[in-house]
């Protein structure tokens, strides 16, 4: 039987083979780990010396693990990086979907937390996985030493009516009727450049996994009041979810020590892989200067 997150036990097969293709070419010696949480069984991926300080890497909703990690994976060079599958997500992980009314996520991350023997570490969150960050920012700020959020969602949200328009009418046509060229103007409102792995990725998730459309909610000040831990936000100037200088307006008033933010130009929802090659710099120079 196929996961309720997924249209059919065939579709589940590709998403799948999707997932261990892009693990193979991570080209690093990663380790595959499951805990036990109330919500079902976690799968994370853990890469880089095993002696070294733990950071936490957070993937994007409806993309997979594997590839998110690529993106910031000069990290395990000096750090033990664990980048769980996220719960509801396509994945090894349960299919449970924590409500964004709720401390789900956050709650569900403790024990992944717990499980992995880490008290506190530095998250660093992309998209959705930001927006997890923050909920876990709020329910549990003794967790999370510091942050660092790229594309984030639980900030500021985009256009409906532009999202639906951009996004979801051609997702729909090529879901109706898959084509390279449908699967072109489907995935390329997301990415900042041409990505032919990501791209194939995008449309078997479009076509396969029933999309979870219920963000992490917005964070706000009193949530994170308590909340002292420093924190470095990357937003994409031209993102259509989550537009840059919106989320970098906001974030300036509800995240209490943020130290740094970076509008990425010319940047959409996944930044191009000159601007990961930034990001990851500042991203070691931050866990550097902090003590991280």
């Not at 036990?9 to 949480?37: F, H, K, N, Q």
């Not at 769980?84 to 979907?97: E, L, V, W, Y």
């Not at 002292?228 to 307006?249: M, R, Y």
Request: net charge negative.
């Amino acid at each position: 039987m196929s996961s309720p997150i997924f249209r059919s036990p065939e579709g589940e097969a590709e998403i799948m083979a999707l997932y261990d293709d892009a693990l193979a070419r991570l080209g690093a010696e990663v380790e595959s780990v499951t805990v036990r949480t109330s919500l079902g069984d976690t799968h994370v991926l853990a890469t880089g010396p095993e002696d070294a300080p733990s950071v936490v890497v957070l993937s994007g909703g409806n993309f997979l693990n594997p590839t998110c990690l690529r993106w910031f994976l000069p990290l395990a060079e000096n750090r033990r990086v664990y980048s769980p599958d996220i719960i509801g997500q396509p994945g090894r992980s349960a299919p449970s979907r924590p409500s964004s009314k709720g401390d789900g996520h956050a709650r569900w991350m403790e024990e992944v937390l717990d499980s992995l023997g880490i008290k506190r570490a530095p998250f660093v969150g992309i998209s959705y996985g930001a927006g997890v960050a923050l909920r876990v920012a709020g329910h549990a700020p003794g967790c999370v030493s510091g942050a660092v959020l790229v594309s984030p969602s639980g900030i500021v949200g985009g256009s409906i009516p532009r999202i639906l328009i951009e996004v979801a009418l051609p997702m729909i046509r090529y879901r109706l009727s898959p084509s390279s060229e449908r699967l072109r103007k489907a995935a390329s409102p997301l990415l900042a450049e041409e990505d032919e792995d990501l791209t194939q990725q995008i449309g078997a998730v479009y076509r396969h996994v029933k999309l979870d459309s219920d963000l992490p909610r917005r964070a706000t000040a009193e949530e994170l009041q308590d909340f002292h831990s420093p924190t470095l936000v990357f937003a994409s100037e031209n993102d259509i979810f989550f537009p840059g200088e919106a989320v970098l307006e906001r974030a300036k008033q509800v995240i209490p020590n943020l130290v740094s933010t970076e509008l990425l130009r010319g940047c959409r929802h996944i930044p191009s892989r000159e601007a990961f090659m930034r990001i990851n710099d500042a991203i070691e120079q931050f866990l550097r200067d902090h003590g991280l």
